[in-house]
């Protein structure tokens, strides 16, 4: 059963905000500084531990309610803030994916024993993502819209993208000289440097080596994303500078790898994760010194925000073995049930050889369904809606029949178009099911995070303590690899995460891509001659919003109309005003379990929302989610 006050998809077709605002006068060609904090939580940001951001926050603009997307894990924010589309329309859906829903889509042959068909994909490696753009697979269509990056260098401006391997690709998967969306791009300013991959060729020989990886460091990656600086002030900027002199717009991307990545590997509110922190804040200082100095702060605009947030590990979940354990799932290597894990999310796909009607993928969807609710460690699920799925039965006979209900085909589900995880053009490429686990938002996680905390895993008899520390030899052999330090402070919200099964992070180390609040909320500030000053924009707004927002900034059209739907920050913009209305809302769904003959255990799931609106249009935000499980009761 599901109550809701009105529908909303992320996946609409919006018109931009209406402006109260004269028309500006020319001005000289833009620069944009995008600079990503990768995990950074905004309740981490302080005088104390981040005293340049904090003060840019404070300078500049500050956006108090601003989302990352949901799933809210890596490869699936970056694809979204390059392109201003959700995750419906990129395709990108987590940073491990199964391929085989989209090669069978998109009619893409590869051999039987070929990898790319039978294995799930790390997305986060620019050489991959190379391959599935190059004419093999996708042929410039990987994320099914043009690119940030890609507009600026048809306008003739500069592109310069440093940083984590994986995510920066997105912002112009064609710097290998592979095919983009539309015509080929003519244009050639711009540099492409990340971990794995550096473009145009001739540049690496131009550029200091990088340093080298020690697992010894507590910082983990700090002095990478400190040599990326040092790219981004002793040629970037410069570079940046030439064009807009030029007359051109410039767009320089720096993605660093923390604080996410000591957070995974160290947990949070541990003395490396302040560390972490101040290793980001120093980088930053070194950018606006460098703005200033090179004399372009007139014409710079900066901007630092989040991909998504973080938690801590409560407990491992490893659903593929519990399914097996359920007799779901034939074995822990058959594929026909695959479950792809990313850490608070599951991808879940159904064979089409082992279930090829939809009563009998039906069947197992709502078995598996059933079992998630049951536990503790279940948060939302999402599937496909009746009239989508019906489309794939019958081979697109039903496609203009596809209605916008908020509710997934199989009970207890949410539809995955009210999170903006499918497309009318790409449905197909969905996975089957989405598995969402829980955080409990307000817990901290106190007791979890350290060296001689619990491990703590669920399996066929429920949750238990596999023994003392994180990194205990019972797990598999990668938990050798990571440990959780001692905690400095207490961090709020904790989560049930799957790992990939045993082995993986555990308790009391730091995880996303969940559906919960702390997960949901990251951070966002700007500061510069476009953006307000002292301003804390009290609107929500969301990761879906920003290639708008630096298409504005920089006088470029706004983006791929029938993909790009989020909106320009206008409200921040200085000299601007934004005539809108916000509202809260909740979608409720309804799901009545058997607990045994005579009992049933009544589950209610609540999705929660922010939305702004004007004549223009409406744009919602999702805020976090509320799971309540009713004792069992008598069943009539």
């Avoid at 947030?309 to 058959?334: D, E, H, N």
């Amino acid at each position: 059963m599901l109550g809701c006050a009105f529908g909303v998809s992320l996946a609409l077709v919006i018109a931009p905000a209406h402006l109260v605002s004269a028309d500006s006068p020319h001005r000289p060609a833009r620069i944009f500084v995008l600079m990503v904090w990768d995990g950074l939580r905004p309740d981490f940001v302080t005088a104390e531990g981040t005293p340049n951001l904090f003060a840019m926050e404070n300078e500049g603009v500050r956006f108090a309610r601003h989302h990352s997307v949901f799933p809210t894990i890596t490869m699936v924010n970056s694809a979204t803030i390059a392109t201003g589309a959700p995750p419906g329309s990129t395709t990108i859906l987590g940073d491990e994916v199964s391929l085989v829903p989209r090669l069978r889509a998109h009619k893409v042959t590869v051999a039987p024993n070929d990898s790319w068909a039978n294995q799930p994909v790390n997305l986060e490696n620019s050489i991959t993502l190379a391959t599935l753009n190059g004419p093999k697979f996708f042929n410039g269509a990987l994320l099914g819209s043009e690119s940030i990056g890609q507009q600026i260098r048809r306008a003739g401006g500069y592109l310069a993208i440093i940083g984590k391997k994986g995510p920066t690709f997105t912002f112009d998967d064609s710097v290998t000289g592979d095919p983009a969306m539309g015509a080929p791009i003519a244009a050639s300013n711009f540099i492409f440097v990340s971990d794995d991959l550096v473009a145009p060729p001739s540049l690496k020989s131009e550029l200091a080596p990088a340093p080298p990886k020690s697992a010894s460091e507590s910082v983990s990656y700090g002095m990478s994303d400190t040599y990326f600086a040092q790219i981004v002030t002793g040629r970037a900027l410069p570079e940046a500078k030439a064009a807009a002199l030029g007359g051109h717009p410039a767009l320089v991307v720096f993605w660093q790898h923390n604080p996410d990545v000591t957070q995974h590997h160290r947990g949070l509110g541990t003395q490396a994760n302040l560390d972490a922190l101040k290793v980001c804040d120093a980088n930053l200082a070194s950018l606006r010194d460098a703005i200033t100095k090179l004399g372009i702060a007139d014409r710079t605009d900066l901007m630092v925000v989040s991909d998504h947030g973080f938690a801590t590990i409560r407990a491992l979940v490893p659903l593929a073995q519990l399914l097996v354990a359920k007799g779901i799932k034939k074995s822990a290597t058959s594929d026909d049930v695959t479950v792809v894990a990313n850490g608070g999310l599951d991808l879940v796909h159904l064979s089409r050889a082992a279930f090829p009607t939809m009563e009998t993928r039906r069947a197992t969807l709502q078995k598996i369904t059933d079992f998630v609710e049951s536990q503790p460690w279940s948060g939302p699920l999402f599937t496909r809606n009746a009239d989508e799925e019906r489309a794939i039965d019958s081979s697109g006979a039903n496609l203009e029949k596809l209605t916008n209900d908020n509710s997934g085909w199989i009970e207890g589900t949410f539809s995955l178009d009210i999170v903006g995880m499918i497309g009318r053009n790409d449905y197909l490429d969905a996975p089957d099911l989405v598995v969402s686990f829980r955080e409990l938002p307000d817990v901290d996680n106190s007791g979890l995070t350290g060296t001689g905390g619990p491990a703590y895993v669920f399996d066929e008899q429920g949750e238990r303590n596999i023994g003392a520390g994180s990194h205990s030899n019972v797990l598999a052999e990668p938990l050798a690899k990571v440990r959780a330090e001692p905690l400095v402070m207490p961090v709020k919200g904790v989560m049930y995460a799957d790992t990939g099964g045993w082995g993986g992070f555990a308790t009391g180390l730091g995880m996303h891509a969940a559906a919960g609040a702390r997960e949901l909320h990251n951070f966002c500030a700007a500061v510069g001659p476009d953006f307000r000053r002292h301003f804390v924009d009290q609107y929500p707004s969301g990761n879906l919003d920003l290639r708008a927002t630096i298409a504005r900034v920089i006088d470029l059209a706004p983006g791929d109309d029938a993909n790009s739907v989020g909106r320009p920050l206008d409200e921040a913009l200085a000299g601007q005003q934004l005539n809108a209305a916000t509202s809260d809302f909740r979608v409720t769904l309804s799901h009545t379990l058997p607990t045994t003959e005579s009992t049933s255990t009544h589950i209610s799931t609540t999705l929660d929302f922010s939305v702004l609106s004007d004549e223009a249009g409406r744009w919602s935000y999702l805020d976090g989610v509320e799971y309540k499980q009713a004792p069992p009761t008598k069943s009539k």
